[in-house]
Every structure is written in structure tokens, then in C-alpha cells.
């Protein structure tokens, strides 16, 4: 048992990785909000009125709204007014490529290991990359426009394709949709926006990286991915922060739309600041990612390795609205000293046959709470609709908890629901196993883990499986329970 | 307005009987029911079931009901047939010593009124449940049944509660029982409607298991259409003890079942079985919730549903396993199937855990009859209404073997067969 203490007490010690901050000149809001804030915002990124009007209309509606207390977290309330809703490096004009942008922007990417510049290039990624909270550069743009392709910063789109824009902003998630997103609808500063045409397979991976440097900043960045008939993209999102000791909040939206046979596929490896070991400081993630299967025989899959964020609240759902549509949810949810997750999925079928699968694992060690809230909802016209869920914990050490909150409401009498979940811990049987073949207790751990969440990371592309097998094996290091 | 209505319910609800006892206790209830309110759709623990607009909608006279003449054929025809054990006759709520019948082996029954046990409303905390509390302020005279320590209770003890409207349509009724040391019971419970008027039944039933006692607890609700009912079952169970209860549900109005088992301490073992075969428009709502306090104790619990017509089931399953909970099994099912387009089922099968060192699963299914194994037995000469009821009789089988007492087995099984047999 000291033995375990003591592997315990080094895993928790260990320090985040991605604490650095740099010093870099930045354009900034005044603290506060209010609609002379958002006006501000708006009008710094020189948007057109009925974007304004949308934002103001959405703050208004938030203003009528309560932050939500359901979810299985606790943590102290955060002051609104005190955070700063813009904040972006300066640059004195528009970088044309890569090569224009501020040389200590890329140097914090690089830091990151994601290189603008080359790395990715040789891997055959597009990155759209946020700091704070703008967009610092797009990789590989004129590649993807040859194909029709658009794959920009928000605001860019805003100013290019409007028309896009304004037919899909808010379809999928609207802006009155709950606290945060009423919040991030108004205030939002930038974000990614994807657009595949018809017919078309994005030939590489696109990718955003998200990053929060500034204090006592938020960070609202809005997703927009629309695939139009029969294409097919693969998105990844990472994210990290600087170590601070206050909380920082980060809110986005991720809105997908799916036509008619496209696919969608969104992996995220989530690494904020997860606050130090007492718990202090971190990230509060609190984001709202929805997905629409419109057309027939669409199919969206999320696939998400959270491992960062003091506090995360988060349901990557699905509306399965055309008939064949089929939605997936593979999450990975690591909770470490005194992190808090309550994070899962939404499957609402509408349309006939259609599928829905959820995988979910989580693992909490530490003093952490991680729950598993789910909703799989087969409405009355879901004919044949079919939903298998799993969702497994797994717990290290004796202060930490694991919840699960499925709901499962069906209003069709062919519908066929499975619901299958288990917690366990790592089987002294098999720790000892693994020893007496000459695997030390850490490499156990790290191999019985990695098996365990084999499922989920099985489903990220290639070059985030790596990282997110990384991750888990440094967070998890030596986590004997 | 619509405020004024539902104060105006509530406190008529809360009326206390003439010469109430444990005033001290109902005034805490009635003050905390006032505070927190009937419980609306907008609240988490009854977000499917919609009992207070029920309650508007079909409850007029919210006095509290005057027994009713019931007479000895009633009795035997809510017996089971081959049933010898002892019975205890409870008439709109009101208990009847002349007309059941109480050997008193091995076990003691006295009112509550008179023999004022200490241990009232201290397992089925008022603060629990609204409708726990309104019992609590209104119930008129309730029993206690103490069985006896080191005794084995050979015979079963048979609750039937008679509820009609009569002068009043509210029919609070209170139970508590307890079984001390190495002691062994079982307890079974028919609730029946003597007509097709609306009344609401508030039922508490409080269990303490004390160390090393074995209990039963079996029920079948099977009341009239038109019927409102809220259950309050909840038992605190002791070091080494066992616990089992069997809820079979088979009509109603609206009904809701509050089940709670406390495993206050190591070695015990707590059974949850349910079986709901609802038709028509009957609503069952089963709120299960077992709460795991020690180290080694163990906690199964299988819920099946079979839902027909408009019918609607809701199932929530709590299973909390705290920090000291270590070494702790528990497992909990709910499978169901839908025969109708329009019958809906809202589960919810719930685990928090806090202890590291545990085996706990959870499953639910929602689905229909397997298509091949219905050929089959058509194949095999059977019409397929036939074979569609063999098979649900199976899939309900599970839960009956469950049932202890093999007359009231009997009698429970023959109303399922009954309602499958014509495919519910």
C-alpha cells in the first residue's frame, strides 16, 4: 500500500506541461460586459449589422437566463463582469501567409508542438490556430480552395462568405439554446469555419488549435462546420493554457451540419490547465458541441480525450434527424487531483433507422469527480431506431468518485436500446500478473489503461492517437490505485 | 391562480386527523411540506410523472376518506386461494382487527396510537419525500409489527389495503415494521379498489432489519383505472442482514413507487425485483434508490417492464456507493419491451461512486420480442398470439420466481398469465 501511496504521490505532482505564457502585445477589450462591449467587438472585426443585431439579440436573451446548477460539479461562481471578452495579438495588418505573421505568435505554436510552419506540412494537416481570441493563421488554404474547400478564421468567413454564414450560424445550436451558448452567441471573438462542397473529400485532416494566453480572459471561440452532400472531413481540436492560479473560462460553440451522405468526424484532444494539485486555478471548460444529421445516410462522430480543465461540461450530441443517419460518441475522460468532469452525450433519433453508439470511459484518480450524463432519446416517428451505450470507470485511489447519469427515454415500440455500464479498478490479479512477466507496476498500469481506452483512441486519427496515447500515459503514470 | 390552487391542495392534503398522536412529528411534517411544495414536472424526481396535475385533475374531495363496508367476501377474494397464513385488513386506511386475522406467533401488532414507537418516521424521513411528509401530517392511526428477536415467523403476514372513496377521497396509510435480531419474516400486500372511483392512496411503509434478520417484502399493486397512488417503501437494514422485496404492478391511474434500501452496515444483502405489465393508459413510475454506507455489503436489483396501449413506465435506479463502501457488489437491471407505438418508457439507471475498491454494472434495454424465437414457436404449431404471450411470460417469469410464498406466487402468476395470454 506505501508503495502505491508513494507512485500516487509522484503522479500527483507531476506538473502541467503547457504552463508557460508568453509576453506578447496584445489588442484587448475593456473588462467587463455589456452591449457596448459587444458593439466593440463587432466592431473591431468590421462585421456587417445583422451579425451585430444577432449578438446583441443573444445577449439579451442571456441576460434572462440562469447559470445552470445540474450538472454533478462544484465550483465558485464566476464573476462575468470581471473577465475581459477580447484579447488579441496586435498586428498591424491582415498576414497574408504564414510567413507575414509575428514571428513570437508561431514561436508559441512551436512550443506546442505544432509547428504552423512545417510539422504539420510534412504530416499533411491544415491548422487554423487561436490565440486567445483570434485566429493566427491557416495552413495549407490555397490547397483546399483549389477543391472548393473553405477552411478559415470565423471572422474571415464572416467578411467572405457571408451568405454560409448566415444560413448555418445558429441552426444547429441556437443562440437562446442554453446559458453558455447565449453567452458565447453574443460575445464570440473567433473561431474555425469549414465548408465542404458537394461530392468532395477533404483530402487531409483539418485541424484547430486553441490556445488562452492572456489573464483573466475568456476565451469564446465558435466552430462552424458544414458538409454539404456527400463529402467527408475529419476535424481535429486541441487546446492548452498557461498555468495561472485564477480559473479561467473557456465557452465555446461547435455547430456541425451534415447534409445528405456526408460525414463528419470531430476528434478532440482536450489539455487545458487543469489547476495545480491543491486545485487551484484551472480551466473552467464549459462548451456546447452539437451535431445535426440533416440529410439521409449523414454520419457524425465525435470522439474526445479529455484530460485538462479544472471543471469541464460538455455533451457532444447528435440529432439524428435524416432517415439511416447514424451518430457515434467515443469519449476518454481523465480526472486527476481535484478535477471535475461531467461530460457524455445526446442522441436524439428522429429519423427511421437510424443508429447511434456511445462509448464513454472514464477514469478518475486523485480527489476527482467524473460523470457520465447521457440522454438517448428515440422519438415516436424512429422506426427501427437502434442505440448501444457504454459507458465504463474506472477509479484509482479511494477519494475519488465516478457518476453516471444515462437517460433513456423511448417513445417507439421497435426501437431496440442497450444501456451497459460498469466501474471497477485495476485488478491487483492483473497488476501482479503483469509483474511476475517482468512489466514493472507503472507499465502495468499504463498498459492496462491503454487497453481499456483502446476503444476510443482506436477512433482518432493517426497523429492525435500518438499524442493522446502520450497524454494518458503521463497523466496516468504510476496511478497504481 | 394557478398558485392558489396547488396551496389550496397541498394543505387540504395536510389536514391532520382528530386527536392526532405524534403531533410533534406532524407538525414538522406538515412545515416542511409547505415549504417545499407538491412537486411539479419542472422538478428532476418527478419530471415524467405529472402527479399534481393529476391530483387537480382527478381528485375533488380532498378529505380524508371514511372506511367503507367491507365485507368477509372481499377479503377471500383478495386472499389467494390456498392462502392458511395471517392477514391484516386495512379499510380506507383505517385498521381492522375483527375482520383479519392475526395468530401473533412469534411477532407483536399494536396501533401506532397506542403503543407510540420512537422509531416513527425516523427511517422514512419526511424530508425524503413530499408525499412522505403529507402522510406523515395526515395519516389517522397506522400499525406497528414488531417480530420478535431469535424468531421465525413460519407464516406470512398478508397486508391487504381496501381503498374506495367515501366522503372523502385521500386515503393516507402507515406502516412500520421491525424485525429484530436473527429474526425472519415475510410480509406480502395487496392493494385493491373496491370500485371505479378516483381516490389517491399515500402509503409509507417503514422497515427496520436489524442485525442477522432475514425479510421479505412482496407487493402487487393492481388497482383501478382510475386510481392515484404514491408509495413511500423504506427500510434501514442492519449488519448481516437480508432484505428482498418483489413490486409487481399491473394497474392504475398513475402510480409512483419511492424504494429506498439503507445498507447502514457490512454483510448485507438487499434484493430489488419489479415487474410492470401496464396497459391503457396507466402510468408506473418505480424510483428505486440503494444506498451502500459499509464495506462488503451487496445490493442486486432487476426491473422488467412490458408496456402496451398509451401506457407509460418510468424506471429510476439509484445506486450510491459512499467512500467507506469498499468491497462493495452491486448490480442493477432494467430491461423492457414495447409492444405499442404509443407506450413510452423513461429510464434512468443512475450510479455514484465514491469508493475505488467495487464491482458495480448497470444495464438497460429497451426492445421487442425476438423475431426468431416467435417463428419458432410458430413453426411449431403455436397461433402467434400464443407464442407472443409464452414469450413474455418468460421474460416475466424472472421476476416472479422471486415471490417467497408460493400461494401468493400463484395468484400473482395467474393474473399475469391472464393478461399475457391476451397479449396485456
Known amino acids: 500500500m506505501s508503495k502505491d501511496n508513494q507512485i500516487l504521490e509522484e503522479f500527483t505532482s507531476k506538473e502541467y506541461e503547457h504552463g508557460w505564457s508568453v509576453n506578447y502585445e496584445a489588442d484587448e477589450a475593456p473588462i467587463g460586459l455589456n452591449e457596448d462591449i459587444i458593439k466593440w467587438i463587432s466592431a473591431k472585426k468590421e462585421e456587417p449589422q445583422w451579425l451585430l443585431d444577432w449578438r446583441l439579440k443573444a445577449f439579451k436573451a442571456w441576460l434572462e437566463m440562469k447559470e445552470p446548477e445540474w450538472a454533478n460539479v462544484h465550483y465558485p461562481k464566476i464573476d462575468l463582469q470581471a473577465l475581459r471578452y477580447y484579447s488579441a495579438p496586435k498586428q498591424d495588418k491582415k498576414p497574408k501567409n504564414l510567413d507575414e505573421i ?104 483539418l485541424s484547430t488549435y486553441f490556445r488562452i494566453n492572456a489573464a ?113 460518441f467515443y469519449s476518454v475522460a481523465v480526472t486527476n487531483n481535484y478535477q471535475q468532469a461531467d461530460t457524455g452525450t445526446k442522441m436524439i433519433h428522429i429519423g427511421k433507422n437510424t443508429k447511434s453508439r456511445i462509448v464513454s470511459k472514464g477514469i478518475s484518480a486523485g480527489h476527482s469527480q467524473n460523470s457520465y450524463r447521457g440522454q438517448v432519446q428515440v422519438m415516436k416517428r424512429a422506426t427501427n431506431a437502434r442505440n448501444f451505450s457504454q459507458c465504463d470507470s474506472l477509479l484509482m485511489g479511494s477519494k475519488c468518485g465516478a457518476h453516471t447519469f444515462p437517460y433513456i427515454d423511448i417513445q417507439n415500440s421497435t426501437a431496440m436500446v442497450e444501456h451497459e455500464a460498469t466501474t471497477s479498478k485495476i485488478g491487483e490479479d492483473q497488476l501482479f500478473y503483469c509483474n511476475q512477466r517482468g512489466i514493472s507496476s507503472e507499465d502495468a498500469v499504463a498498459l492496462i489503461v491503454n487497453g481499456y481506452a483502446k476503444e476510443v483512441l482506436n477512433q482518432l486519427p493517426m497523429e492525435f492517437a500518438v499524442e493522446a496515447q502520450k497524454l494518458l500515459a503521463l497523466t496516468l503514470e504510476g496511478s497504481v490505485g | 391562480m394557478a398558485t392558489a390552487i396547488k396551496t389550496d391542495i397541498l394543505s387540504s392534503l395536510l389536514q391532520f386527523p382528530e386527536n392526532p398522536s405524534f403531533s410533534a412529528l406532524r407538525e414538522k411534517a406538515k412545515a416542511f411540506a409547505l415549504e417545499k411544495g407538491l412537486p411539479g414536472i419542472k422538478e428532476e424526481e418527478y419530471k415524467f410523472t405529472a402527479i399534481q396535475r393529476k391530483l387537480e385533475k382527478s381528485i375533488t374531495n380532498f ?40 395468530s401473533k406467533q412469534g411477532y407483536e401488532i399494536s396501533l401506532l396510537s ?81 370500485d371505479d372511483q378516483p381516490y389517491f392512496f399515500n402509503q409509507v411503509v417503514e422497515v427496520k432489519a436489524a442485525k442477522n434478520s432475514n425479510s421479505y417484502y412482496s407487493r402487487l399493486q393492481n388497482e383501478s383505472k382510475q386510481s392515484l397512488a404514491v408509495s413511500n417503501f423504506e427500510s434501514d437494514i442492519y449488519r448481516d442482514a437480508v432484505f428482498t422485496s418483489t413490486v409487481i404492478s399491473l394497474s392504475g391511474d398513475m402510480a409512483r413507487n419511492n424504494l429506498s ?105 429497451t426492445g421487442q420480442l425476438d423475431e426468431e424465437a416467435l417463428f419458432y414457436l410458430q413453426t411449431r404449431g403455436l397461433g402467434k398470439d400464443q407464442a407472443k404471450g409464452m414469450l413474455l411470460f418468460a421474460f416475466a417469469g424472472e421476476i416472479l420466481e422471486h415471490i417467497t410464498d408460493e400461494s401468493f406466487k400463484n395468484q400473482v402468476t395467474e393474473l399475469v398469465k391472464e393478461r399475457l395470454g391476451s397479449n396485456i
Open chain 1, 216 to 328: 483573466n480572459t475568456g476565451q469564446f471561440e465558435r466552430t462552424l462546420i458544414v458538409a454539404e452532400d456527400d463529402s467527408y472531413v475529419s476535424y481535429l481540436e486541441g487546446c492548452t493554457a498557461p498555468q495561472r492560479d485564477e480559473n479561467q473560462l473557456h465557452a465555446a460553440v461547435v455547430e456541425i451540419y451534415a447534409a445528405k451522405n456526408a460525414e463528419v468526424k470531430y476528434s478532440t484532444v482536450q489539455n487545458w490547465f487543469p489547476g495545480d494539485k491543491n486545485g487551484k486555478g484551472g480551466i473552467y471548460n464549459f462548451v456546447t458541441k452539437r451535431g445535426i444529421c440533416a440529410g439521409d445516410n449523414s454520419k457524425i462522430s465525435w470522439t474526445q480525450v479529455e484530460t485538462g480543465s479544472a471543471v469541464t461540461w460538455k455533451y457532444p450530441s447528435c440529432i439524428l434527424k435524416g432517415d439511416n443517419s447514424v451518430g457515434e
Open chain 2, 63 to 102: 378529505s380524508t376518506a371514511q372506511p367503507t363496508d367491507l365485507k368477509a367476501d372481499d377479503i377471500q377474494n383478495a386472499l389467494p386461494s390456498e392462502y392458511t397464513g395471517d392477514y391484516l385488513v386495512f379499510n380506507n386506511g383505517t385498521v381492522d382487527f375483527e375482520l383479519s386475522k392475526l
Open chain 2, 261 to 365: 434500501l439503507n445498507l447502514l452496515d457490512s454483510g448485507v444483502v438487499g434484493n430489488m425485483y419489479g415487474l410492470y405489465l401496464l396497459n391503457g393508459k396507466t402510468h408506473v413510475d418505480n424510483h428505486t434508490n440503494v444506498d451502500h454506507t459499509m464495506p462488503h455489503s451487496d445490493s442486486n436489483e432487476l426491473y422488467k417492464g412490458i408496456l402496451a396501449d398509451g401506457s407509460r413506465g418510468v424506471f429510476n435506479g439509484k445506486i450510491f456507493v459512499r467512500q467507506d463502501a469498499q468491497k462493495t457488489n452491486a448490480f442493477q437491471q432494467n430491461n423492457n419491451i414495447l409492444l405499442s407505438e404509443d407506450a413510452t418508457i423513461n429510464t434512468k439507471p443512475q450510479l455514484e461512486i465514491w469508493a475505488d475498491d467495487v464491482k458495480c454494472s448497470h444495464g438497460c434495454t
Open chain 1, 102 to 205: 509575428d514571428p513570437e505568435l508561431l514561436q508559441i505554436y512551436e512550443r506546442l508542438g505544432i509547428s504552423l510552419n512545417e510539422q504539420k506540412r510534412l504530416q499533411g494537416i491544415a491548422v487554423d490556430a487561436v490565440l486567445d481570441s483570434v485566429s493566427v493563421g491557416t495552413t495549407f488554404k490555397d490547397t483546399l480552395s483549389k477543391l472548393g474547400i473553405v477552411f478559415c478564421s470565423f471572422s474571415e468567413a464572416v467578411q467572405e462568405h457571408p451568405e454560409l454564414i448566415k444560413k448555418y450560424l445558429g441552426s444547429v445550436v441556437p443562440m437562446t439554446d442554453n446559458y453558455y451558448a447565449a453567452l458565447n452567441s453574443a460575445v464570440f471573438s473567433d473561431g474555425s469555419f469549414c465548408y465542404i462542397p458537394s461530392g468532395v473529400r477533404c483530402p487531409m485532416e
Open chain 2, 114 to 194: 397506542s403503543s407510540q414507537p420512537s422509531l416513527l418516521g425516523e427511517i422514512a424521513k419526511i424530508k425524503k419525500d413530499v408525499f412522505a411528509a403529507i402522510n406523515t401530517a395526515s395519516f389517522k392511526d397506522g400499525i406497528y409489527i414488531k417480530v420478535k428477536k431469535n424468531q421465525k415467523v413460519e407464516q406470512p403476514v398478508f397486508l391487504l389495503f381496501f381503498n374506495q372513496a367515501k366522503a372523502g377521497q385521500v386515503i393516507p396509510a402507515r406502516v412500520l415494521i421491525e424485525v429484530e435480531e436473527n429474526a425472519e419474516a415475510s410480509f406480502l400486500e395487496n392493494s385493491i379498489s373496491l
